[in-house]
Nanobody, 130 residues
């Protein structure tokens, strides 16, 4: 069983920033593609950002490109989501997720779907005031 624990949520003014962290258990973290989602999904849907195990590929939703950035530190079993220029509509619960299995089919949008991920954190709340 893989456990994911998010942190870094909180209250921020519109235009401000938050840095979310997600730390995973296990010794095979570097093999997992990791993703960030939010509920409610907002204009761009629930998917926000993804990153492959090595960090060599990233995936992003058009709605947050240029504002949000994903990164990872495999030595610390941690993935990050840097969120800048936050808007009131970004207020949501943010979840990290891990895909521990190889893709079941080949698609350039495979990791945009929650179906690609088999482990989920409990979420961290972000509130954006206007």
């Amino acid at each position: 069983q893989v456990q994911l624990v998010e942190s870094g949520g909180g209250l921020v003014q519109a235009g401000g920033s938050l840095r979310l962290s997600c730390t995973a258990s296990g010794r095979t973290f570097s093999s997992y593609t990791m993703g960030w989602f939010r509920q409610p999904p907002g204009r761009g849907g629930g998917f926000l950002h993804g990153i492959t195990g090595s960090g060599g590929r990233t995936y992003y939703a058009d709605s947050v490109k240029g504002r949000f950035t994903i990164s990872r530190d495999n030595a610390k079993n941690t993935v990050f989501l840097q969120m800048n220029s936050l808007k009131p509509e970004d207020a949501a619960v943010y979840y990290c997720a891990a895909a521990s299995s190889p893709p079941t089919y080949y698609s350039n949008i495979y990791y945009y779907s929650p179906q690609a991920y088999n482990y989920w954190g409990q979420g961290t709340q972000a509130t954006v005031s206007s």
